[in-house]
């Protein structure tokens, strides 16, 4: 028979003796004679994060599967259109060497998509499109033949107004597997309480929307990503995305939703260095990691060198997620953050000021 052992610093310490005082007293040694206090930290954005944490915060509703947990996430890579066969081309060796998830960007409006779809199998590998508008979407779908329609992976990064519900009502029984919506934060240079909020905020607004075009919120939850860049303060960027997922899983709550959450995590532009491109491999690494432990189920890579992309940057850019994925393991836990004291309390302090934002608002 087992006995409970108890946190180490409950009022009961007959299973570790050891204190907070001691605790500082040692800290200081390995210091070096400097206050155990030169530990306390503070992010970019003013978030303080302490060297230990004693509690628990309160109770926090959380969504711990943000999608069907697979047991990994897409790695998703950008592939630029210039030309759709050069960008097909790209696309496959992409695909050939790992990831399993594309996001075509530049010139989508211009392109002819069957030529740039040819032998990619998209019901297996998700394709998103950047700078989707309602006839960019309409060419999209002509180009799928009839019986592959329903299980194309399409995600569509439209934002929910009048027109792109038209589109998803016309489109949503054909193309079941397709995302229609999104709700993009856009502002990577503000807090994370304010990245959070405005994430949120899109999100409600693309329920509001729905409900306006006569669409339960269920179904534009259900066809609703939501994208956030994170960058190398990992500790605050897992709590960041934790916050999200906490503050969704709030609204679905209050909305009567069922529906799974997604969020697409990418490295952030605003944390690369153009004159020292290889530390950015680091930033890189380290902004996958707190997107795998935040609980994003797609996440995109950017490339090291800025404005670069040739062959070396973009194997360095997939590869980057794959050992983090499959060598490290990153994969295999969901929700690894979940019940550390240090954790929770980031988790809480930044869903609060969002929520607080998102109230503001009016919503």
């Given at each position: ?167 998803f009502k016309e489109f949503k029984d054909k193309f079941a597997k397709t995302t229609f919506f999104v709700a993009d934060a856009k502002c990577e240079n503000k807090t994370r309480a304010e990245q959070v909020a405005a994430a949120i905020i899109e999100g409600i607004k693309a329920l509001k929307a729905g ?153």
């Amino acid at each position: 028979m087992s006995t409970q052992v108890k946190s180490t610093f409950a009022p009961d310490t007959a299973h570790n003796s050891v204190g907070v005082e001691e605790w500082k007293v040692e800290a200081t040694k390995a210091l070096k004679g400097k206050e155990w206090e030169t530990l306390e930290k503070q992010s970019s954005d003013g978030v303080a994060v302490h060297p230990l944490y004693f509690d628990c915060p309160e109770a926090f509703t959380l969504a711990t599967k943000p999608q069907d947990f697979k047991g990994t996430w897409d790695i998703r890579q950008i592939v630029n259109i210039v030309d759709a066969k050069a960008a097909n081309k790209t696309a496959l060796v992409d695909l050939e060497n790992g990831v399993n998830s594309i996001e075509f960007t530049g010139k989508v409006g211009e392109c002819d998509f069957k030529p740039l779809l040819e032998n990619i199998h998209y019901d297996l590998a998700s394709i998103a499109i950047d700078g989707c508008d309602i006839e960019t979407a309409k060419s999209l779908f002509a180009a799928i033949p009839d019986a592959k329609q329903k299980d194309a992976l399409l995600v569509l990064n439209l934002k929910a107004d009048a027109a792109s519900i038209a589109l998803f009502k016309e489109f949503k029984d054909k193309f079941a597997k397709t995302t229609f919506f999104v709700a993009d934060a856009k502002c990577e240079n503000k807090t994370r309480a304010e990245q959070v909020a405005a994430a949120i905020i899109e999100g409600i607004k693309a329920l509001k929307a729905g409900e306006e075009n006569g669409l339960a919120p269920q179904e534009i939850a259900k066809s609703l990503l939501f994208k956030v860049a994170v960058n190398q303060e990992n500790v605050v960027e897992i709590a960041k995305l934790r916050a999200l997922r906490n503050l969704w899983a709030k609204v679905c709550a209050k909305a009567g939703i069922d529906a799974p959450m997604s969020v697409h995590a990418y490295s952030s532009k605003a944390m690369m260095t153009e004159t020292d491109p290889y530390s950015n491999v680091l930033r890189n690494s380290v902004a996958v990691f707190a997107a795998a432990i935040g609980g994003a189920n797609i996440i995109t890579t950017l490339s090291h060198e800025i404005g670069k992309e040739d062959d070396f940057s973009r194997r360095l850019a997939r590869n980057t997620q794959i050992v983090l994925a499959n060598e490290s393991n990153l994969a295999r836990v969901n929700d690894p953050a979940g019940g550390a004291y240090g954790f929770e309390t980031l988790t809480g302090e930044i869903a609060k000021s969002a929520w607080q934002l998102v109230q503001e608002a009016g919503l």
